[in-house]
């Protein structure tokens, strides 16, 4: 997971994204600015010596939105940052498995149109590639197709919320049955009906093109055409598909939004969009867009595809006799020196013990020390070979260098 | 902060400590297991749905102990083990300002002696050289050694608390009067009145050695000589001071610890040491010792001292008029692939308008496209230079190579 979390957070640096750290720990009437009834139920909460309520962090968009309203705030717009850290709910089972979960996410505040939804599109899809998956779709849909289509349904508000509902829940048979019982029948109950099928490549914004009457829904498709250029741009044409039918959080997410997901995962590794309500909330009106990566899914991805971090590879196993110890420190201390991830044994031990040693650590090399000039080397394979310390290190960044 | 944490990770990684995630939220009855009473009033506590009190994390020694005696009870000793994360405390200004403080550290489980000692202090002088300290002070201590000297002064027991509580707050002034207070006069007494002066150089373990007439202060300075030897192998000879004056947390360390000080900071940056009792505590009995490094702290001197981390640097800004923004998307997906950092902007600019832009940003190099095969780099110094796409990557990264 760590791995995945490094691997994340370099690509995000490449794109010019800063990283800041938000508490852990945060008075609950000041992030309650950002949230709704149901997230707040969600957050743990705790009472603070002085009476007040504390609360755990729950996600992280929100603590960065209150740090670019507050002490960012004489920071020039947009601002790119990006996070990670863990995220506590008192309810699993939504996004985590877990009352624990970690995140590393990324916020462009301060920009909107295209251009942006595109970056962050772009960059969420390089981080899934950073992080070593190689099975993956990203979705992407909008929040404002859906509004456009409720709000010329002609359909009675009473209704739209229980359509709003349904299609929140994927429920396509309550769905139906909501439709059928008004007699009203335009386009826009066709589409809502065909939600289902508005998933796949770039043609579907065509497709929905030719069936949509009403303007919200029509400048929504033309930003979605406008996205998939640019992403083509970004070298990434084919590495998207998308889902009118994604319905998310409606009060939050204000237009451009995604998803992504791994082979077998029922549960989205990544999840983004635009929120260009937030950031007023606290003081800074400001369009917004971003997405985190749930990093406990994606470890869970790359563990069942067999995927072993290259960060827990040792290059070396030093092993010594009494006489070799300080030689030992000495070759450890040089190694390092070169970037190397080398172990110097805590116990004496002869050869052959050291072999079984290096092999419970996982060393690529085993280097045993028998006294002030003797090493000898032991590689993963091949016989044992005598060296002067002076050629320990070329030996072996030639053979790191032949197997990376 | 999170430059100094990738820098310290990466040096304990070179040492082949392997990173481990340890939970913010676990339950107090299984914390307080390895946990003092002042250490659990310390802790913010909460209580769970079913009634169970959880806290949140102090410190992560204890959940890393819980660790190699739990998930790790079939990983075979010695492990190396590191981890970073926040720590919280309602009980802020011992060894943190704030409720919230962020710390890295380092455990090596299952080994004794002064060969382990030595390769977490060369450890943590490396974490620090790797954080980018330049000044900075480590004192070497011993728990016994102290332990060794108060056991054989023959001060009756109510006197022996009175003095150990007086050494822990280093009031000297109270130690006097409360030897004073006794008939008995013995060479255990003089060295604990001379304790303040026990600091400075190896050659105070000799002095101590002269003085000293218990075989468990003797051991202690035996083992500290042979952690100089060994701290000399390591390239350290001269970066280590003793204090053996040192005296912190009896019933918790029971060897040779350190600490590590920097310019100006009264709170120690670095904190470890021997601690052979815990493990058992968890039912995997095991000696033990680790230190932990306050990030806080080390920002707080990175700041003072004018440091400004490479990782926030960023190597190009990419503007773009409306005819070039695709060539412009290429070409940070261009740069980034060669490992740049590379910001493209998120609205048309003219060449004047983006030089303040990418000012602002504090990029390396402006890049400003213009058309499908138009781009004008502008580096910090010097005339701006129209190139083709192709030769923007070659430019860069040689200005890059030449500032490294």
């Not at 070298?235 to 409606?250: E, N, Q």
């Not at 070759?331 to 970037?339: E, T």
Request: proline share 5%.
């Amino acid at each position: 997971m760590r791995a995945t979390q490094e691997a994340v957070l370099a690509e995000m640096r490449r794109w010019g994204y800063r990283l800041v750290v938000t508490p852990t720990l945060e008075r609950l009437d000041v992030l309650a600015l950002g949230l709704d009834g149901e997230q707040r139920r969600r957050l743990i909460k705790l009472t603070d010596g002085d009476g007040s309520v504390l609360a755990l962090v729950g996600e992280r968009t929100i603590p960065v939105a209150r740090l670019v309203a507050g002490k960012l705030r004489s920071a020039p717009l947009p601002l790119r940052l990006c996070y990670t850290g863990p995220v506590l709910t008192n309810d699993p089972g939504r996004f985590v498995r877990r009352r624990e979960a970690h995140q590393v996410g990324a916020e462009l505040v301060g920009a909107s149109g295209p251009v942006a939804d595109a970056e962050v599109i772009a960059m969420a899809v390089r981080c899934l590639d950073a992080a070593g998956l190689r099975r993956y779709q990203v979705d992407v849909g909008h929040a404002e197709f859906f509004r456009g289509l409720l709000d010329s349904s002609e359909l009675p508000a009473a209704l739209k919320s229980g359509v709003e509902a349904a299609l929140g829940r994927r429920d396509f048979v309550a769905l139906a049955e909501l439709l059928e019982s008004t007699s009203l029948r335009n386009a826009e109950h066709e589409l809502l009906l065909r939600f289902p099928a508005l998933r796949g490549g770039a043609e579907i914004l065509e497709a929905a093109g030719a069936l949509v009457r009403n303007r919200r829904s029509e400048r929504a498709l033309q930003e979605l055409d406008r996205v998939h250029e640019l992403l083509r741009a970004h070298g990434l044409g084919d590495a998207v598909s998308f889902d009118l039918g994604a319905i998310r959080d409606f009060d939050y997410y204000t237009g451009v939004i995604f998803e992504g997901y791994g082979p077998d995962v029922g549960r989205p590794l990544v999840l983004g969009g635009r929120y260009d309500r937030l950031l007023a909330r606290f003081g800074r009106p400001a369009p917004a867009t971003g997405f985190m990566v749930h990093l406990d899914l994606v470890g869970e991805v790359l563990w069942r595809e067999g995927w072993s971090p290259a960060l827990t590879r040792l290059d070396a196993g030093v092993a010594w006799t009494p006489a070799g110890l300080e030689a030992a420190l000495r070759l450890g201390a040089r190694l390092r020196l070169f970037g190397m991830r080398a172990v110097v044994d805590t116990r004496s031990r002869g050869l052959e013990e050291a072999r079984g040693w290096a092999q419970a650590l996982k060393a690529r090399n085993l280097l045993h020390v028998d006294g002030e000039a003797g090493v000898v080397w032991a590689p993963a394979e091949g016989p044992p070979i005598r060296l002067a310390p002076d050629e320990v290190v070329e030996r072996l960044t030639h053979t790191a260098e032949a197997s990376r």
